[in-house]
T-cell receptor, first 117, second 114 residues
Framework: AQSVAQPEDQVNVAEGNPLTVKCTYS??????LFWYVQYPNRGLQFLLK??????LVKGSYGFEAEFNKSQTSFHLKKPSALVSDSALYFC???????????????FGQGTTLQVKP | GAGVSQSPRYKVAKRGQDVALRCDPI?????LFWYQQALGQGPEFLTY????????KSGLPSDRFFAERPEGSVSTLKIQRTQQEDSAVYLC????????????FGPGTRLLVL
C-alpha cells in the first residue's frame, strides 16, 4: 500500500533562513508525489508535484522539492523563509492501488511550519 | 475565476441527525473528490466522481455515508444518523480529468456532532 510520512509535527525557522519540511514515501512502482499547503480556515492549495523527469521540482511561492529515489524522500524546501509561509504543509502520494486511476491522494499527517520574524 | 465552494461552512448536529454537505466544483471540472480530515490529521479519501458516475467509494467509512452528483456538477455528501466520530472537516476537491493530480480544494465544512 502507498503511504507517506512526515516525521516532524512542527518546524520552526527564522525569517530569511532556508527551510526544509521532510517527507518520505512508500509506494510500489514509480511515485507521483505532491505538496499542498493549508492556511487557517482555507482549503488546501496545491504547491508542486513530481511525476517524472528532473528530480528538483519548482512550485508556487518560491517553494521547491527534491525527489530522492534512493532515500525515498521528497523534502520541501525554500531558500529564504517568509513569515507569511507559516501554515500547515501536507505531503501526498497518488494512490495507484485498487481501482488505480482515480487520482485519489494519500496524505501525510502534516507539518506545521512556523516562521518567526 | 470562482474556486470550489462548499456549504455550509460549519454544521452542528445532534447525534442521530442526518446532515447534507454541498460542494460546487470549478466549472468544467469533470473529476470531484470528497475527503475527510479529522482534527490534527491529514485528509483521507472518501469517494470520487467522474461526471455523474461514482467510480470509487472505497473510502466511505460506513453505509451511513452517501454521496451523489446527479447532473455531473454539484455534489452532496449525506451522513445519516450522525455519530460523534463523524466530527471532522469534510473537504471537496475538483480537477480536470486530464490532470487529476492537481486538485483544487474548497474551504471545507466543519461538522461537529454533539
Amino acid at each position: 500500500a502507498q503511504s507517506v510520512a512526515q516525521p516532524e509535527d512542527q518546524v520552526n525557522v527564522a525569517e530569511g533562513n532556508p527551510l526544509t519540511v521532510k517527507c518520505t514515501y512508500s509506494v510500489s512502482g514509480n511515485p507521483y508525489l505532491f505538496w499542498y499547503v493549508q492556511y487557517p480556515n482555507r482549503g488546501l492549495q496545491f504547491l508542486l508535484k513530481y511525476i517524472t523527469g528532473d528530480n528538483l521540482v519548482k512550485g508556487s511561492y518560491g517553494f521547491e522539492a527534491e525527489f530522492n529515489k534512493s532515500q525515498t524522500s521528497f523534502h520541501l524546501k525554500k531558500p529564504s523563509a517568509l513569515v507569511s509561509d507559516s501554515a500547515l504543509y501536507f505531503c501526498a502520494v497518488r494512490d495507484r492501488g485498487g481501482s488505480g486511476n482515480t487520482g485519489k491522494l494519500i496524505f501525510g499527517q502534516g507539518t506545521t511550519l512556523q516562521v518567526k520574524p | 475565476g470562482a474556486g470550489v465552494s462548499q456549504s455550509p461552512r460549519y454544521k452542528v448536529a445532534k447525534r442521530g441527525q442526518d446532515v447534507a454537505l454541498r460542494c460546487d466544483p470549478i466549472s468544467g471540472h469533470v473529476s470531484l473528490f470528497w475527503y475527510q480530515q479529522a482534527l490534527g490529521q491529514g485528509p483521507e479519501f472518501l469517494t470520487y466522481f467522474q461526471n455523474e458516475a461514482q467510480l470509487d467509494k472505497s473510502g466511505l467509512p460506513s453505509d451511513r455515508f452517501f454521496a451523489e452528483r446527479p447532473e455531473g456538477s454539484v455534489s452532496t455528501l449525506k451522513i445519516q444518523r450522525t455519530q460523534q466520530e463523524d466530527s471532522a472537516v469534510y473537504l471537496c476537491a475538483s480537477s480536470l480529468v486530464t490532470d487529476q493530480e492537481t486538485q483544487y480544494f474548497g474551504p471545507g465544512t466543519r461538522l461537529l456532532v454533539l
